[in-house]
């Protein structure tokens, strides 16, 4: 059974950093792309970034880009998100989700973890 | 980017009704469109991918139609835990996009 369970979820001031983890279970955790996506309080889905399987493509949406960087370890079954730079409307609750198929889509998601952005 | 028009953005039904979620994409995505379940506080569950397949373990009331730009989710027979927040997400092209999502809730 496919497991994923996401931490590292928290409080934090505006232009503070956090880094999340998603530790995966139930498959060859390297043979898969991984995603983080997000919801808002009351909002809606939001992709956020994916990483290949060997972890040497990545992609961002614009409103990450450059203040977040994706990045997983194999060895360990474990994704990340750094997040750096974080503001007020970066506070959501963060999925990961495994990418199936080609192209890929979201197949099995995480619990998820709520990150607050707030002085 | 590549958006995704969703409609309605909520909808009142009965059990036992057959309802219909439409998703409208700005531009061709191949076929490549999924539909996602979201219960309140959980996350979403993969129903429908490629437009029209259904994913393991999902009952057969739940199927998907459409090609080009215009895709549709249909419920052929409501059931109390069907009543839930329905999205539809294009994967032909990054960044990934939803559609705003369709409430379902009983009436």
């Known amino acids: ?119 | 980017d590549i958006q995704m028009t969703q409609s309605p953005s909520s909808l009142s039904a009965s059990v036992g009704d057959r309802v219909t979620i439409t998703c409208r994409a700005s531009q061709g995505i191949n076929n490549y469109l999924a539909w996602f379940q979201q219960k309140p506080g959980k996350a979403p569950t993969s129903l429908i991918y490629a437009a029209s397949s259904l994913q393991s373990g999902v009952p057969s009331k739940f199927s998907g139609s459409g090609s080009g730009t215009d895709f549709t989710l249909t419920i052929s027979s409501l059931e109390p835990e069907d009543f839930a927040t329905y999205y539809c997400q294009q994967y032909n092209s990054y960044p990934r996009t939803f559609g705003q999502g369709t409430k379902l809730e009983i009436k």
């Open chain 1, 1 to 119: 059974e496919v497991q994923l369970l996401e931490s590292g979820g928290g409080l934090v001031q505006p232009g503070g950093s956090l880094r999340l983890s998603c530790a995966a279970s139930g498959f060859t955790f390297g043979s898969y792309a991984m995603s983080w996506l997000r919801q808002a309080p009351g909002k809606g889905l939001e992709w956020v970034s994916v990483i290949s399987g060997s972890g040497d493509v990545t992609s961002y949406a614009d409103s990450v880009k450059g203040r977040f960087t994706i990045s997983r370890d194999n060895s360990k079954s474990a994704l990340f998100l750094q997040m750096n730079s974080l503001r007020a409307d970066d506070t959501a609750v963060y999925y990961c989700a495994k990418q199936v198929g080609s192209p890929g889509f979201e197949h099995c998601w995480g619990h998820g973890t709520l990150v607050t952005v707030s002085s």
